[in-house]
């Protein structure tokens, strides 16, 4: 069983930042090594959108065109924890971020842009920037 949780929303200013977190939590035999992590977020009436992944093992990253050099996703391996470094926010950016667990490591990098590609969610946190 695999469990993540998230923190770290909230409201701020457009121009300002925030950072949210992932822990991930396991009772499986799969290896970390094995895990690709995502963000994704979510806005009323839509589907999620890819944000940011990094493959848990290689550090291989990727991002979304609408949120590269604003946005920085990183892993704290002693912690089991993903973070999103949110810089230069825009209103635009306000939805609810879910972070994801994908246990398949060995697709390419566009193959998890995809939410239906992960196994596990996290219960979402809201991200709201002001004018």
């Known amino acids: 069983q695999v469990q993540l949780v998230e923190s770290g929303g909230g409201l701020v200013q457009a121009g300002g930042s925030l950072r949210l977190s992932c822990t991930l939590s396991r009772r499986t035999f799969t290896s970390i090594n094995n895990y690709v992590m995502g963000w994704f977020r979510q806005t009323p009436g839509k589907e999620r959108e890819f944000v940011a992944n990094?493959?848990?093992?290689?550090?291989?990253?990727d991002y979304a065109d609408s949120v590269k050099g604003r946005f920085t996703i990183s892993r704290d391996n002693t912690k089991n924890t993903v973070f999103l470094q949110m810089n230069s926010l825009k209103p635009e950016d306000t939805a609810v971020f879910y972070c994801a667990a994908s246990p398949r490591a060995g697709y390419s990098a566009s193959y998890y842009h995809r939410a239906t590609r992960y196994d596990y969610w996290g219960q979402g946190t809201q991200v709201t920037v002001s004018t």
């Open positions: 990094i493959r848990w093992s290689a550090g291989d990253i």
